[in-house]
């Protein structure tokens, strides 16, 4: 196997010389205005061997997390760095056996393994995603336990608490629910409750429904503001807004061959909106 633990006595053998093993769990919940739902989770377990850019492996894998920093914006593809396959290594997602997500002491939500598609020579393994995305088993605002057992992973049994979503949200003014229209390349002020969790993130989408036009602008939480600009978008056009409410919590681990569970609670609420003139 191209992830076999070298030979050497562990003592003598440091984490950027042996790699490490990490659990990479997402939770998603997006309520639309109208009543639709989507939900998922998805997890892997990853053995990035030393000197991999586990960002770049990660986003290359489609277990990416990459967002602008708090107070600026990505207009489109462009403005989003890319990966470069130079930084990633051979890496290998591990089997893990039974695979769970529960929520407030629910029934299981269980994730089924994929067989991951090779990207050329770098990734290969099993990635474990929900079955389907009615939501059931995934609300927001309630403690999550995330538990596997079997594989090449060993047991893992870890709870948090996810975020609830956004409220008391106005855009310039108008309550998201109620809100209509854009204008392009217009300031358009954003207010929510702010958060007081310091893993909590608020990112903006806008992504036109007709083209590959988009707009990612992020937020400190606690702050409970923020502005962002539409530009390139056209008069009469439609997009879909969304706005997050992302918490990020990343766990040591001991007792297992995992190092770390990187557990991502991302909670939205979405709106069409049509731009109009400034």
Known sequence: SAIACSVAPESYSSDEERGSTHAVVTISRQELTGGATRADALAGFI?????TDRAVALELAGLGMHLPEPGHCWQG?????GPELSDVAAIEFLEAGRVRVIADGGPPHELAPHVFPSVGDFISGVLYASRERSGQGLPAGERYRFAADGGAVGTLDIENAA??????????GTPFDA???VSTDEPLDVIWSGSTHPADRV???LTSTRSSKSLVCAFEDAAGAGTLVPTGFEEHESAQ???HRLRILRTPWQGS???EVELRLDFSQGHLVTFGAP
Request: charged share 20%; aromatic share 6%; no cysteine.
């Open 47 to 51: 053995r990035f061997p030393a000197a």
């Open 257 to 259: 061959p995992v190092d």
């Open 203 to 205: 990112y903006v989408e």
């Open 241 to 243: 807004l969304l706005l």
């Open 179 to 181: 809100l209509e229209s």
């Open 163 to 172: 975020p609830h979503p956004l409220t008391d949200v106005t855009l310039n």
């Open 77 to 81: 593809e462009q403005g989003r760095p």
